[in-house]
């Protein structure tokens, strides 16, 4: 097991945490009032900087709760917070509902997986290996 550092920067932050032992996303937490127009998206600070292990990147995702039942997900979905990042996690959420919908401070907004990242090298190549897929794709698998 691996340390992630977390740095509080705002006296309303709350640590990430896992709701249940095994779970892959660990919760993050708004330190502030805002309301989502419905149809817009905007952008909910959670007063915490990390500092991610060599070789790791985290994911930010939406949480399943807020997306069905308030069509409420994160935009770029998932977020890229690279190892190198130390600024401020910021969360973009977007209200795809019909009713403006308000974020609370300390509600749980979305959630940060952990996960490492391959370290590669790109080579141009004038041919690719088969494969039984192919070029299929956009539906080429059937319904």
């Known amino acids: 097991m691996k340390d992630v550092k977390v740095q509080f920067i705002h006296e309303d932050a709350k640590m990430p945490y896992r709701a249940n032992p095994g779970d892959a996303g660990l ?20 007063g915490i900087q990390i500092e991610l292990p060599a070789g790791t ?5 939406p949480r ?34 019909t009713v403006d919908f308000a974020i609370e401070k300390h509600m749980r907004i979305a959630q940060m997986v952990i996960a490492p990242v391959l370290q590669i090298d790109l080579i141009q190549a004038n041919t690719l290996s088969g494969s039984a897929r192919e070029a299929g794709g956009f539906g080429s698998s059937g319904k």
Do not use: M
């Not at 990147?57 to 995702?61: T, Y």
């Not at 979905?77 to 996690?89: A, W």
């Open 64 to 97: 399943s709760g807020l997306a069905l039942k308030h069509s409420i997900t994160v935009l770029n979905s998932p977020g890229t917070i690279d190892e190198g990042y130390r600024g401020e996690i910021k969360i973009i959420l977007i209200n795809h509902g």
């Open 57 to 61: 990147e985290a994911q930010i995702r």
């Open 27 to 46: 919760d993050l937490f708004s330190i502030e009032t805002k309301t989502i127009p419905a149809g817009q998206a905007t952008l909910i600070r959670t």
